[in-house]
């Protein structure tokens, strides 16, 4: 059962406006984790932001915001003030559990490939 | 910074040739991870290792996959024999109390 999903395959945006990227997520978990993960072209896996199930407030780190609606079983990537370097695959992902010998492990999103046009 | 290493970058091979990666996490990473992805789908793990220990293989296709982490540092994946469908992204990720996981440049292989 896919337990991470990301329904738009590709998105398109104007340089320097904000655009948000949609996950959703099934877990009967009450512990976990939500990290989205930007890949560029060149394939490496570089972290943007995460968030706890426990967390009260949403995360933010700079430019990324996460739009964290836990009865929704949402994680939606905010990114405010696009830039052309934004453009790359982006992947929802979450670990489950606070313990256990493969805690830790991620379950990744088919992912959101977004464009940013000048 | 600290990186995860990874070599090579990038490997074709034939069909049913014997093929290997390696991984070198950030030092003093205790748990490293093994993942696959294949072409325009989300990395899905093959193998997580605690030091040098297997704590979760289970998508591993052990008929014709093998990894190890001897001294728990280091870490080589390997396939025997390759399959054209083992065309895909290899990437090492480590993290220190299986919190953020830091992953490395990956090794894109080409099975012809």
């Known amino acids: 059962a896919q337990k991470i999903t990301q329904t738009q395959p590709g998105m398109f945006v104007q340089e320097k406006e904000a655009v948000t990227l949609d996950c959703t997520y099934d877990?009967?978990?009450?512990?976990?984790?939500l990290f989205w993960y930007k890949q560029p072209s060149s394939g490496e896996m570089i972290f943007l932001i995460y968030?706890?199930?426990?967390?009260?407030q949403n995360a933010t780190e700079g430019r990324y915001s996460l739009n964290f609606q836990k009865a929704r079983k949402s994680a939606n990537l905010v990114i405010s003030a696009s830039q052309l370097g934004d453009s790359a695959m982006y992947f929802c992902?979450?670990?489950?559990?606070?313990?256990?010998?493969?805690?830790?492990?991620?379950?990744f999103g088919q992912g959101t490939i977004l464009t940013v046009h000048p | 910074e600290a990186e995860v290493a990874q070599s090579p970058r990038y490997k074709i091979t034939e069909k049913s040739q014997a093929v290997a990666f390696w991984c070198d996490p950030i030092?003093?990473?205790?748990?490293l991870y093994w993942y696959r992805q294949i072409l325009g789908q989300g990395p899905e793990l093959l193998v997580q290792?605690?030091?040098?220990?297997?704590?979760?293989d289970s998508q591993l296709p052990k008929d014709r996959f093998s990894a190890e982490r001897l001294k728990g540092v280091d870490s080589t994946l390997k396939i025997q024999p390759a399959e054209l469908g083992d065309s895909a992204m290899y990437l090492c990720?480590?993290?220190?109390?299986?919190?953020?996981?830091?992953f490395g440049p990956g090794t894109r292989l080409t099975v012809l």
């Open positions: 992902a979450m670990r489950e559990g606070t313990g256990g010998t493969s805690y830790g492990k991620l379950t």
């Open positions: 290792f605690q030091d040098e220990s297997v704590v979760d």
């Open positions: 990720a480590s993290s220190v109390d299986r919190n953020e996981q830091f």
């Open positions: 030092s003093g990473h205790a748990t």
């Open positions: 877990t009967s978990d009450p512990s976990y984790g």
């Open positions: 968030q706890g199930s426990y967390d009260q």
